[in-house]
């Protein structure tokens, strides 16, 4: 008789939650809000409820794997903080759920988790060595070596968007200059067209958010793009250019044979990003690693983080 794992990935805006089989195939499904606002237990609650709707037969059931936002210590499985779930600091994860359910809980951050999905599931499967990145609102990672996640001394490995591309660059989020997210994530992708919005530019994105420059996003920029706008293409183009940068940083550092680009903005600008982040890659890095290293679109979409969390839990109890 076959068993299950029941993965959730838990974010700022919702929580998913699924019973795959080993294999990963995903059998049965939820989603719930996560409602971050009223705080961790209110979280607690509903990551439970997920829980037990896609649950099935408890006799069944081998582990629990969740998906779940940084920094986080992945060996103790506590979430250490994490902006998106205000008031959830030091918070046990591995612990309540273990008490609250009886079963090991095993717990990864999510693009880490996504990484671990991709190359057993999805894009790269059967590929050693893969780097892959997350480029949504903001831009994550996860680095496989030797069929292998690596994670660090202490499990923060994998924060590509927080590499430094332009030391004379905008502030990042994280109060960083110059961040790899700071010049291509949706967040300043959107600031970018604002800011030539204001400087006078003429362009469809003003339609396209009903002349609200609050209502730009970087998915109204894509939209923009694909309608043949040329502001929306320059800055998609410059983009990729410094996605570029950043892949040419990571092959230098681990040498890597396949990059897999994922999220919502790498997914649905890949024709208007991946020509400039290619051209660049070939361009600067070193001829000897770029000539034979791919970049290629994710294939698992919403379910990456989900997927590794399954993977999380086949490994983790195979050592």
């Not at 009223?38 to 408890?58: C, H, K, L, Y």
Request: aromatic share 6%; net charge neutral.
């Amino acid at each position: 008789m076959s068993e299950y794992v029941l993965a959730v990935d838990l974010g700022g805006t919702q929580i998913r939650a699924a019973r795959c089989d080993a294999a990963g195939h995903i059998l049965e499904r939820t989603a719930l809000p996560a409602r971050a606002a009223e705080g961790p237990a209110a979280v607690f609650a509903r990551i439970g409820t997920s829980i037990r709707a896609v649950a099935g037969d408890w006799a069944r059931v081998r582990a629990i794997g969740v998906s779940a936002p940084g920094p986080l210590d992945p060996w103790r499985g506590i979430i250490l903080e994490s902006p998106n779930l205000p008031g959830m600091i030091d918070f046990a994860l591995k612990a309540r759920l273990e008490q609250e359910f009886h079963l090991p809980a095993y717990i990864g951050n999510d693009a880490n988790l996504a990484a671990l999905g991709e190359h057993r599931f999805g894009a790269g499967r059967g590929v050693a060595h893969m780097i892959y990145l997350t480029i949504s609102t903001g831009i994550g990672g996860g680095i496989i070596t030797n069929n292998a996640l690596f994670l660090g001394w202490r499990g923060f490995a994998g924060e590509v968007g927080h590499q430094t591309i332009d030391v004379n660059g905008p502030l990042c989020n994280c109060g960083n200059i110059g961040c790899l997210e700071a010049l291509a994530a949706g967040w300043a992708i959107a600031r970018d067209a604002r800011d030539a919005l204001r400087a006078g530019r003429a362009s469809a994105i003003r339609a396209i958010a009903h002349d609200d420059l609050d209502q730009i996003t970087g998915k109204v920029v894509v939209q923009a793009a694909r309608a043949g706008d040329t502001l929306a293409r320059e800055i998609l183009e410059r983009a990729g250019r410094y996605i570029g940068f950043g892949l040419v940083n990571l092959l230098h550092n681990f040498d890597t044979a396949l990059f897999v680009l994922g999220g919502g903005i790498a997914i649905h600008a890949w024709e208007f990003l991946y020509p400039p982040m290619e051209a660049t890659l070939r361009k600067h890095a070193f001829p000897s690693m770029s000539r034979s290293v791919r970049i290629v679109p994710a294939e698992l979409g919403d379910d990456a983080g989900l997927l590794g969390a399954v993977v999380l839990v086949n490994e983790s109890m195979s050592q």
